[in-house]
Nanobody
């Protein structure tokens, strides 16, 4: 079992910045990829960015050039640096991990952290 704990959400004015963190804990696992998703009020959860074990970092078009995903493998932690925030970035942000354990893969979600961008 792997637990994902997010932190760093909050209220920020448009144009501001926030950094989200997601720490994975557990035993006997290896992380294949981690990602951030978000879900605004009344809309479906959408993918924001990913980082793979090889370091590839694709982004959704809506955040490209403003958000940066990074990973500290030693700490099993993924970060999302969010700059030039817009009101439409307001959402609950969820951490996602694709994890390997004993030859199988599992998917885990964090509990979510609220990001609110005021205009």
């Amino acid at each position: 079992q792997v637990q994902l704990v997010e932190s760093g959400g909050g209220l920020v004015q448009a144009g501001g910045s926030l950094t989200l963190s997601c720490a994975a804990s557990g035993s006997g696992f290896s992380i294949n990829a981690m990602a951030w998703y978000r879900q605004g009020s009344g809309v479906q959860r959408e993918w924001v960015a990913s980082i793979t074990s090889s370091g590839s970092t694709p982004y959704a078009d809506s955040v490209k050039g403003r958000f940066t995903i990074s990973r500290d493998n030693a700490k099993n932690t993924v970060y999302l640096q969010m700059n030039s925030l817009k009101p439409e970035d307001t959402a609950v942000y969820y951490c996602y991990a694709d994890v390997g354990n004993s030859g199988r893969t599992f998917q885990y979600w964090g509990q979510g952290t609220q990001v609110t961008v005021s205009s």
